[in-house]
């Protein structure tokens, strides 16, 4: 059977002759690389494989317990229930991520939580949740980690968890000390191993750790082959009895020792007489140490796509493509007049494209993509100002060992060999965001590492009880407050298709052609997803399911359920809009705009955080009525407005996505996108003679306040 690098045990030994002693070192690596013996327990149980699983290491035990720990947190029993679920269907959450000491720097997996956690009832009544965790070997600290815990050093886990700025917790004075108990809706992000001085939770701690595969069963087995021992005993003592007439020579006291010494094991036979215990030892040392030393030389030749200092050091000079990228990537606007400004950054979004398409080129020419790179998973992205950009800093790479710098890993593309996305997805990323629309007015939350939205909204107004004011000296009794209810909503995946025919590629890239028309298809094809997105917002009046999302009808409404409640039901009275107005065909006038700024500023709206959103239609009838009022004798050849329009201080966007007739008056603090998963660009494979791919993320609509928000429809529009 091979093993390792060698064809079999003879070939082994065969290329080992300098070793001190070529057949122990052998089978210490056939134990090392194969480790599999297989033993027929019974006819019961059949065969068990109670092999070491080829290096495996496994630690379990409770991650977390109801029990009160040293910061005065306690986790409920529902929550433990929703995260042993999260670690047993982790695709769309990091719950079964494990790290050391809680490292984030560290942005290696130190293991994974295998899929069967559950959650048991202690011995005192409290509960526990169980996780089984497999450590990663390829960790650089995996040899640490493993003697630090085999020798009670990490000796705990220790989690880690989001409750969303306490959305998910509540607090109780329980004898005089305040408790915060960690409820469901809580998302639990990963955990660690823990020494004794830093763990918060004395109760989690490690159960059990080894290489060995099926621990529990082999105790009880070993456990069987005691109780077989005990009972054969009587038997073996029965013969001691002899006949009273039988000969009272006994055998001296030596006699059983040295029997015991020819019993012993037969590879003690090749031994020579002269080595002791510790000539044995030290063999043994150097055994270990030059296995090890093998091991390590094999997995250094498996590392894939090592290159010679040579190749890396001329790879700037190969690829000219990179550095263009690079600097288009990294342009900014430098005009401050917002004209010349806007004028500017479609020129950079442009250039983008362009080299966005020449790197992919080269790239093409140098085969330098990783095997199935083109079915990228997911863009790194991170939110700011509002809006979604591409996470330059955190680009992942199997290849090199580590998390790099985005910058870095396109650098070593001979080492590291790029993804499709990581080209397309900053630059599809950036136009979205140049898109003049009203989903780039909403501010975004990153909610990568969450399964769905989950948060909490005002549902009833606060008050006092009783109304009105109080004697002096007397205790008020503060009984009714504001009540916040938590809601959880799903994602809805959006998707723009991509293809292109070989024919008109080839023809494309030909003299006269215009280039490289696959770029130019997801350059449109973004513009696509995001008018898709945007015209669901503004116009949608589906109901929202699993495949629809929350738009502006389905959020602000004065009738009807939002967040499965009913608006006008009591106890919910806030999840209604200020107002929904039919106008009848009525011409929009300043008069009735003011009117919906005063519905939510009584709702407790600040004008700074208020906008309208309306149709280029409506907003040409305000612009109308603003230049009758403003008329005057003209000094200037320059006629019309420039810059924002505004009443009372209160921005007026167009969208061309809206409806011609209506008016929505929003505040941008509320209405908020969780954004699951940024824009991300997946190629499919080859099927037929064309090139195609999808632009997909995963978002939706949710509002903290519905109560801020107007909505004014059925305007005149000729």
Request: with cysteine.
């Amino acid at each position: 059977m091979p093993f390792g690098v060698y064809k079999n045990f003879a070939d082994c030994v065969a290329k080992n002759q300098s070793k001190s002693n070529p057949k122990a070192y052998c089978a210490t690596i056939q134990k090392k690389v194969e480790g599999k013996k297989e033993s027929k327990i019974s006819e019961k149980f059949g065969k068990i494989d109670l092999k070491e699983i080829q290096g495996e290491y496994h630690s379990k035990g409770y991650i977390a317990t109801t029990h009160k720990d040293s910061v005065g947190d306690i986790i409920q029993k529902e929550t433990m229930d929703q995260w042993a679920d999260d670690i047993n269907s982790a695709d769309n959450s990091t719950a079964d991520n494990v790290s050391i000491h809680h490292k984030r720097e560290d942005l290696n997996l130190a293991g994974r939580g295998e899929k069967s956690a559950r959650v048991e009832q202690l011995d005192d009544g409290e509960y526990g949740l169980f996780v089984d965790t497999h450590h990663n070997k390829t960790h650089p600290d995996f040899a640490d980690t493993v003697y630090q815990i085999d020798n009670d050093f990490l000796t705990h886990y220790s989690i880690e968890f989001d409750t969303h700025d306490e959305s998910s917790t509540s607090r109780e004075n329980v004898g005089g000390d305040w408790v915060r108990y960690i409820e469901p809706g809580t998302d639990l992000v990963g955990y660690g191993l823990a020494s004794p001085r830093t763990v918060v939770n004395e109760n989690t701690q490690i159960q059990e750790h080894g290489y060995k595969e099926l621990i529990h069963f082999k105790e009880k087995h070993s456990e069987g082959k005691k109780m077989q021992k005990k009972e054969e005993k009587p038997a073996e003592e029965a013969p001691t009895e002899e006949p009273k007439d039988a000969p009272k020579e006994e055998p001296t006291k030596e006699a059983p020792k040295e029997e015991k010494k020819e019993d012993t094991p037969e590879e003690k036979k090749d031994e020579k007489p002269a080595e002791g215990k510790e000539d044995i030892k030290e063999l043994k040392e150097t055994i270990r140490k030059e296995v090890i030393a093998d091991l390590k030389e094999t997995v250094e030749k498996k590392k894939p796509i090592i290159v010679n200092k040579e190749k890396i050091e001329k790879k700037e000079m190969e690829l000219k493509e990179l550095n263009d990228f690079k600097e288009a990537m990294t342009k900014e606007p430098t005009a401050t007049n917002y004209k010349e400004r806007a004028y500017e950054q479609s020129k950079i979004l442009e250039l983008q494209w362009k080299e966005a398409s020449n790197l992919h080129s080269a790239l093409d020419k140098k085969s330098a993509w990783i095997g199935g790179s083109q079915n990228s998973t997911s863009s790194p992205f991170e939110i700011k100002e509002g809006k979604i950009q591409f996470k330059t800093l955190t680009t992942d790479s199997n290849y090199v060992g580590a998390q790099t710098t985005y910058w870095d890993a396109l650098d070593n593309y001979e080492q590291t060999p790029a993804e499709l996305n990581d080209i397309y997805g900053p630059v599809i990323i950036n136009q979205l965001n140049e898109e003049t629309t009203a989903w780039n007015l909403l501010p975004k939350d990153n909610m990568s590492g969450a399964s769905a939205i989950r948060f909490r909204a005002r549902t009833a107004e606060g008050g006092s009880n009783p109304p009105g004011s109080v004697a002096y000296g007397s205790t008020p009794n503060w009984t009714r407050y504001a009540v916040r209810r938590k809601f959880n909503l799903n994602f809805v995946t959006y998707k723009a298709d991509v293809a292109v025919e070989f024919e008109e590629i080839e023809l494309a890239r030909a003299a006269g052609g215009i280039g490289d028309i696959y770029a130019d298809e997801i350059k449109w094809a973004t513009s696509k997803l995001m008018s898709n997105i945007n015209v669901d917002l503004l116009t949608s009046s589906t109901t929202p399911s699993e495949s629809e999302p929350y738009t502006f009808e389905q959020t602000i409404k004065t009738t009807g359920n939002l967040y499965g409640k009913s608006v006008q039901a009591s106890g919910y009275t806030t999840l209604a809009a200020a107002g929904v107005d039919d106008v009848d065909s009525a011409p929009i006038t300043l008069e009735k705009m003011r009117a919906m700024i005063d519905a939510v500023r009584i709702k407790g709206a600040k004008i700074t955080d208020i906008a309208f959103i309306t149709s280029y239609t409506q907003r040409r009838k305000v612009i109308t009525q603003y230049q009758a009022i403003q008329r005057s004798f003209p000094t200037s050849a320059r006629i019309g407005f420039e810059g924002q329009v505004e009443i009372d201080g209160v921005p007026i966007y167009p969208d061309k996505d809206a409806n011609a007739d209506d008016l929505w008056l929003v505040d941008l603090t509320h209405m908020r996108v969780g954004v699951k998963k940024a824009a991300t660009y997946v190629e499919f494979g080859l099927t037929e003679l064309k090139r195609k791919g999808i632009i997909w993320m995963m978002v939706n609509l949710y509002n903290t306040n519905p109560s801020h928000n107007y909505w004014a429809f059925d305007f005149a529009t000729t």
